[in-house]
């Protein structure tokens, strides 16, 4: 379970997938997990990916296996989270730039990311990734309750995940139990975590930053989808040469709805940006 401790900082932690050949220098491809989320939920990624590619799967600060060892009140920030990952990419992949790919909130964290040090990316892939959080999400993500964060504290983080599958992240007919799992796994996430993550995705806004991006750019979203319709048209505009595709579905949840599909995307963008074949 590699650490990256730092003083003063909150730990991070990330897993490592290479099953890339030893006499190769693969590059490094981040998987940046989301709202909620860990690590695991790239599980499905995995199989298609780090065969060409040495995977990396960070864990924000204070998600999956990164310690709580911080205020949450006062410890989600903008430039905290991009700092976040600059940690990582100093760690993994010291000198050399790296392939980032970020879904939901990791994806505006990528966008500031791509704009602030694009010596660090050698591509960057955005999966359902808005650039700022609209209040109509924020009011589906409430719940019929005062706020988003009321309807956290009051039904816990896996109740909250719950009700929230069905609103937004997966079609009716999504098997029941892999619906159970991803609840699962996102109640194992601290309330007051996600409470203050929240509060700064709900202040996020990256469009300005996201006309600066220089680094090639992939877009994976679902069409017509129920968190990012609007969303997917202001990237569209604001990311110059960007490359959208649109997958069949209008839920939200298409990293894990369709992974092969959107594992293999990204695997082949990365590729032709690095001049490679990932076929064997």
Request: some cysteine; hydrophobic content about 40%; proline content about 7%.
């Amino acid at each position: 379970m590699p650490l990256i401790e730092r003083s003063g900082r909150p730990t991070l932690q990330y897993e490592i997938d290479d099953f890339t050949d030893e006499w190769k220098q693969a590059p490094v491809l981040i998987l940046q997990h989301g709202f909620g989320r860990s690590s695991n939920f790239w599980y499905r990624w995995v199989p298609y990916l780090s065969r060409f590619f040495k995977v990396v799967r960070p864990n924000l600060r204070g998600l999956g296996q990164s310690p709580l060892d911080f205020d949450p009140e006062t410890g989600y920030t903008a430039q905290a989270l991009v700092d976040d990952v600059l940690a990582v990419l100093d760690r993994v992949s010291p000198g050399a730039p790296v392939h980032y790919c970020g879904e939901s909130v990791a994806g505006i964290v990528g966008v500031m990311l791509a704009a602030e040090h694009p010596q660090r990316l050698r591509t960057l892939s955005l999966v359902a990734a808005p650039l700022t959080i609209p209040k109509e999400t924020q009011q589906t993500f409430a719940l019929g309750y005062s706020s988003w964060q009321e309807a956290m504290r009051t039904l816990g983080t896996q109740k909250w995940t719950d009700a929230t599958n069905g609103t937004s992240r997966f079609p009716p007919d999504t098997d029941p139990q892999a619906q159970a799992w991803y609840a699962r796994e996102m109640g194992k996430s601290n309330v007051e975590s996600l409470v203050g993550l929240s509060r700064l995705a709900a202040s996020l806004d990256a469009r300005a930053q996201a006309q600066k991006i220089t680094t090639p750019t992939l877009g994976l979203y679902p069409g017509n989808g129920r968190i990012t319709r609007f969303g997917e048209e202001m990237v569209r505009k604001a990311i110059p040469g960007i490359r959208m595709v649109n997958l069949p579905t209008e839920f939200h949840a298409v990293q894990f709805l369709m992974a092969k599909q959107c594992a293999q995307h990204v695997l082949y963008f990365a590729s032709q940006h690095d001049g490679t074949v990932c076929d064997e």
